[in-house]
């Protein structure tokens, strides 16, 4: 698994050098380090390195059971970013405590990276808790939604 603390060679590797980009994945980490191109000599330019975790599309954490006094199916963050009930701050929330929730329809966004990622419900039911407010920043694994199964 790769750390923030072997980008190091990876930026010795690029020193010096035309390569504007590199890309490097190892299991379900990817380390990118991309330079700010500034005309044609990328060789001094400004340095972006962006480090991601990717979690399985079907993660177990998003299929936790729900504690012993809450029944019912968890939804959980399938990575870290910022919650966000609405697709906008002007639109109406995507769902409410009390609304009826099909598989496939968008119960929030994540947004991580400044990527907007809607969240898909994976089975039919009746959202009874959100644990999370707008805009908070949430962990991977993170509890959002708590669904009644109908």
Known sequence: MLHPKDIKPYLQLLKGTDISELE???GQT???IARAVSGTNTANS???VSHTTA???HSE???EPAAADEKGYVVTSPFIGTFYRAPSPESPVFVEVGSTVTKGQTLCI???MKLMNE???EVNGRIVKIYVENGQP???GEKLFLIEET
Do not use: G, M
């Open 30 to 32: 990817r380390i990118r």
């Open 138 to 140: 949430v962990e991977y």
């Open 24 to 26: 490097v994945e190892e």
């Open 119 to 121: 969240l898909e419900c």
């Open 46 to 48: 400004p340095v972006i």
């Open 55 to 57: 979690a399985p599309a």
């Open 110 to 112: 994540v947004e991580a």
């Open 61 to 63: 954490a998003a299929k």
